[in-house]
């Protein structure tokens, strides 16, 4: 059972008892409505062999539904995710890249209104294919430069210079490093019990800019460096580590393979973990969970992927494979594990694929194999 599962299986953050699970499912714009359905088929495909039952609601939010109706993430869609539902699967949504008056990214506020202050994004190769990376990118989700305070001022000379407010805390890196060191445990829990790794123990690095962004890549740095030392009782099989942001991306090309856990703030998270998707191959197999202390969203790590949008070849390997997160952080890791294998067993053949890597298969041809597999 437990072999090469990509992450932290027994994530057991909260226990979902009931065994008919509500899953809020947000589809929201571009090929996000084109894999989330596919978490669906997969979830329907691993229930009965697991006694798990799941219920759906459809929800709405993204740029199309604002276009429609003014608003991006409609008050009902909040309420219902945290009154009815036990989680939920949040596709992609396409925020234009210039202003457009009362839009905002409806996933940057699902964040924040849920306290999904952790993004968890596990980057894996499967054994034999391509390059060995055994990596989780912990991002911190609900400040930096993503607080989103921005302002435009007008000089005397008619010029214009913008600031935006990168905000870092005390109480937000602490939380993220604090899981960020859980899930490294949690990991080295898994080797222990003879889940395939590159790692023999478990190594965080955390990622900054401190040399020049001293006060607030400086809190993030020792605001987790203070925590692991106040509690060496639990963290002292942990080696943590630190590399500059721009080195990190260096070496992340030229030797990923000594990546563990890697922690880092909301802009850099984002930004290594697509890079760190061209190691394995696509944007279209990395998932990614949303995590807070009571509830999880998986998330492929992918946008709304306009160029491909309505060709029925977006690759759902992110979508399934966050499926698959977001029941071990519901605390199902069995069914999480099976989804897992069942991606690995199709990725190792070349029989079965979207275009992204490479092969000529739609994106149910890849769905059916899945559940063939399973
Ligand atoms: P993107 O991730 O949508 O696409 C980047 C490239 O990867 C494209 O060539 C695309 O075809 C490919 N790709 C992505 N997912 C794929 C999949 N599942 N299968 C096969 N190929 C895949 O990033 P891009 O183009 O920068 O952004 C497009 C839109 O998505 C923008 O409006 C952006 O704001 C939005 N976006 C939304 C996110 C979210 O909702 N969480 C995250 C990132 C971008
Ligand atoms: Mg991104």
């Known amino acids: 059972m437990l072999s090469a599962r990509n992450t932290i299986r027994s994530a057991r953050l909260y226990s979902t008892a009931s065994k008919t699970l509500r899953i809020g499912l947000i589809p929201g714009d571009g090929i996000g409505r084109e894999v989330i359905p596919t978490g669906r088929q997969i979830l329907e495909a691993v229930s009965s062999k697991h006694g798990l039952k799941f219920e759906f609601v459809e929800l709405q939010a993204g740029f199309e539904h604002f276009k429609k109706t003014g608003t991006a993430l409609p008050d009902e869609t909040v309420e219902i995710l945290k009154k009815e539902t036990d989680g939920?699967?949040?596709?992609?949504?396409?925020?234009?890249t210039t202003k457009v008056a009362g839009y905002s990214s409806p996933i940057v506020a699902l964040r924040k209104k849920l306290g999904l202050y952790a993004n968890v994004r596990p980057v894996k190769s499967v054994e034999g294919v391509g390059r060995p990376v055994?990596?989780?990118?912990?991002?911190?989700?609900?400040?930096d430069l993503y607080v989103k305070e921005e302002k435009l001022i007008e000089n005397p000379d008619g010029t214009k210079t913008a600031e935006a407010i990168k905000r870092i805390s005390e109480y937000a890196s602490k939380r993220i490093g604090k899981i960020a060191l859980d899930i490294a445990l949690q990991r080295q829990a898994q080797r222990d019990l003879g889940a395939a790794s590159l790692h023999k123990s478990p190594i965080v690095t955390i990622t900054h800019k401190s040399n020049v962004l001293s006060v607030s890549d400086g809190l993030f740095r020792e605001t987790i460096r203070n925590f692991y030392n106040a509690n060496q009782d639990k963290y002292s099989s942990i080696s943590l580590q630190e590399q500059i942001v721009d080195s990190m991306v260096y070496r992340m090309f030229r030797e990923p393979e000594i990546f563990d856990v890697v922690v880092a703030p909301n802009l850099y998270g984002d930004i290594l973990s697509d890079g760190a998707a061209a190691l394995v191959g696509s944007l279209g197999v990395v998932p990614s969970a949303n995590v807070g202390d009571d509830y999880v969203i998986g998330e492929p790590c992918h946008g709304s992927a306009p160029d491909i949008e309505g060709k029925g070849i977006a690759n759902p390997i992110a979508t399934i494979r966050s499926t698959a997160l977001m029941l071990e952080f519901m605390g199902h890791a069995e069914p999480a594990a099976d989804i897992y294998t069942a991606v690995d067993a199709n990725l190792k053949e070349d029989a079965i694929k979207t275009p992204d890597l490479g092969g000529k298969s739609s994106t149910q041809e890849v769905v059916a194999d899945i559940i063939r597999r399973l």
């Open 88 to 96: 939920a699967l949040f596709g992609a949504v396409s925020s234009p």
């Open 134 to 143: 055994d990596m989780v990118i912990v991002r911190e989700n609900t400040e």
